[in-house]
């Protein structure tokens, strides 16, 4: 549970609050109700929806005491919980998505947003295209929802908060960069802008929709995939080649300072 970033828990609590206010709710009017005898099919629909939220949270609560050890299990089974908690579930599923992605590089440290690199080469992170989504799904999901109430245009809307949140988190940010000391690589959506030294870096190759990356650290190799509709203004086959050059002159050079040492 310590490896969870603070954005799913606070997501969480926010979850629990929604899910408790519901819940009050729904007991009052169980109880009017009750009084009357009225409506007795949507006592019934609120008594099932109020099952399903807490079942979801336990859940989601119970699968947070597995991440350390069997994350990938407990990543799927709270994004398919927070499906249940839409709208309030999207911050649970950016912050699970986050947690993964934080943890999975968690040796690697992370650019801050106020440290200022002078780039030898940087193609930017495509916020654009990522805003433009969550644009265009947020559009058709409110008018579902102000139009209808329904289940697909809350869904459509949630997403697409994710979505316009890391959009604007991301922009201007690097996809691929680098300085004569460090490579950057944003991996996903929801990840950091992550600090890799050249060292690191054992093999690269490139096809037609993403990098991959392999790197090396400790006792563990990690894959990165970046995918190429995640960097902006790039024809891959010009990357490739700045890379593998930059690569090969900072190999160079530190095999150089080796031997004179």
């Not at 979850?15 to 709710?25: D, G, P």
């Not at 919980?81 to 599923?93: D, E, M, N, Q, Y």
């Not at 650019?111 to 295209?129: G, R």
Request: net charge neutral; with cysteine; glycine share 4%.
């Amino acid at each position: 549970m310590k490896n969870l970033a603070r954005c799913f828990w606070i997501g969480f609590v926010i979850n629990l609050f929604a899910v408790m206010i519901f819940s009050a709710i729904f007991n009052y009017l169980a109880y009017e109700m009750l009084m009357v005898m009225t409506d007795r099919d949507l006592m019934i629909i609120l008594y099932l929806m109020q099952n399903l939220f807490w079942g979801a949270l336990a859940v989601v609560f119970i699968s947070a005491f597995l991440f350390s050890r069997w994350r990938l299990l407990s990543v799927w089974l709270i994004s398919i919980a927070t499906l249940a908690l839409l709208p309030i579930g999207a911050f649970l599923l950016h912050g699970i998505l986050r947690s993964n992605s934080l943890a999975t590089f968690s040796k690697l440290a992370s650019l801050s947003k106020k440290e200022n690199m002078e780039w030898e080469q940087v193609y930017l992170f495509n916020s654009d295209k990522v805003l433009i989504t969550g644009a265009i799904l947020m559009g058709p999901g409110l008018g579902l929802v102000f139009s209808s109430g329904s289940l697909l245009g809350i869904m459509l809307a949630s997403i697409a908060a994710v979505f316009l949140y890391n959009g604007f988190r991301l922009h201007k940010r690097p996809a691929i960069a680098w300085t004569t000391e460090t490579v950057v690589i944003t991996p996903s959506l929801f990840s950091d802008p992550l600090l890799i030294p050249p060292a690191l870096i054992k093999e690269i190759g490139i096809n037609e929709i993403e990098i991959v990356i392999d790197i090396e650290y400790g006792n563990r190799t990690e894959e990165i995939r970046l995918k190429k509709s995640n960097i902006k203004n790039v024809d891959l086959n010009v990357l490739e080649q700045q890379f593998s050059q930059y690569l090969q002159r900072v190999n160079q050079v530190e095999n150089e300072f080796a031997r004179s040492e």
